[in-house]
C-alpha cells in the first residue's frame, strides 16, 4: 500500500520569499503524485499532477514541484510567495487500485 | 458549473442517532469517494466506489455504510453515531487520477 509523509506540519514564510514544501512517499511501482491546496473552510483544489514524462511540472498560481524517483520525493516550490498563498497543502499519491492517499499536510502562513 | 455537491454542509447529531450525507457529482465520473478530515490526520478515505452499484472500503471503513444507486450520487451513512466520528467530511470524483472535490461537509456528534 501506498503512503505519504510530509515532515513539516507548519511553515511561515514572508511575502516575497521562497517557498517549499516537502513530501515523501513510498509507493512500489511509478506513482501518480499531486499536490493539493485547502484554503480555510473550503475544499481541496489541485495545484498540479505528476502522471509521466518530464519530471519539472509546473502547476497553477506559480507553483511547482519536481519528481525525483532516487529520493522517493515531489517537492512543491514557489519562487515567490503571495498573502494569498496562506493555506493547507497536501501531498498525495495514487496508484492502479482507484485509490489516493494523503498526507498529512502543511500549515503555510505568510507574514508581511 | 456544480461539479461535486455536497448535502448537508454542516450537522449536529446526538450519540446512537442515524444520519445520511449525500454526493451529487454531474461530470458523469466513474469513480466516487468519501474521504474525512481531522486535525494532523490528513484525509483518510472511507469508502470508495468505481462505477454504479459497486462500492469497496477504504482505510477507516467502521461504522459506515455507503451506497451508489446512481452514477451520479454517492451516500455515506453513519447507522449509529459516534463522537469519534466528528469531522469534516469531504466527497470526490475522479477521472484520470485527479480526484473534484465538494466544499465538504461538517458532522458534530455530542
Known amino acids: 500500500a501506498q503512503s505519504v509523509t510530509q515532515p513539516d506540519i507548519h511553515i511561515t514564510v514572508s511575502e516575497g520569499a521562497s517557498l517549499e514544501l516537502r513530501c515523501n512517499y513510498s509507493?512500489?511501482?511509478?506513482?501518480?503524485l499531486f499536490w493539493y491546496v485547502q484554503s480555510p473552510g473550503q475544499g481541496l483544489q489541485l495545484l498540479l499532477k505528476y502522471f509521466s514524462g518530464d519530471t519539472l511540472v509546473q502547476g497553477i498560481k506559480g507553483f511547482e514541484a519536481e519528481f525525483k524517483r532516487s529520493q522517493s520525493s515531489f517537492n512543491l516550490r514557489k519562487p515567490s510567495v503571495h498573502w494569498s498563498d496562506a493555506a493547507e497543502y497536501f501531498c498525495?499519491?495514487?496508484?492502479?487500485?482507484?485509490?489516493?492517499?494523503f498526507g498529512a499536510g502543511t500549515t503555510v502562513t505568510v507574514r508581511a | 458549473n456544480a461539479g461535486v455537491t455536497q448535502t448537508p454542509k454542516f450537522r449536529v447529531l446526538k450519540t446512537g442517532q442515524s444520519m445520511t450525507l449525500l454526493c451529487a457529482q454531474d461530470?458523469?465520473?466513474?469513480?466516487m469517494y468519501w474521504y474525512r478530515q481531522d486535525p494532523g490526520m490528513g484525509l483518510r478515505l472511507i469508502h470508495y466506489?468505481?462505477?454504479?452499484?459497486?462500492?469497496a472500503k477504504g482505510e477507516v471503513p467502521d461504522g459506515y455504510n455507503v451506497s451508489r444507486l446512481k452514477k451520479q450520487n454517492f451516500l455515506l451513512g453513519l447507522e449509529s453515531a459516534a463522537p469519534s466520528q466528528t469531522s469534516v467530511y469531504f466527497c470526490?470524483?475522479?477521472?484520470?487520477?485527479?480526484?473534484?472535490f465538494g466544499e465538504g461537509s461538517r458532522l458534530t456528534v455530542l
Open positions: 470526490a470524483s475522479r477521472l484520470y487520477g485527479e480526484l473534484f
Open positions: 509507493y512500489g511501482a511509478t506513482p501518480y
Open positions: 498525495a499519491v495514487g496508484s492502479n487500485d482507484y485509490k489516493l492517499s
Open positions: 461530470m458523469n465520473h466513474e469513480y
Open positions: 466506489s468505481v462505477g454504479e452499484g459497486t462500492t
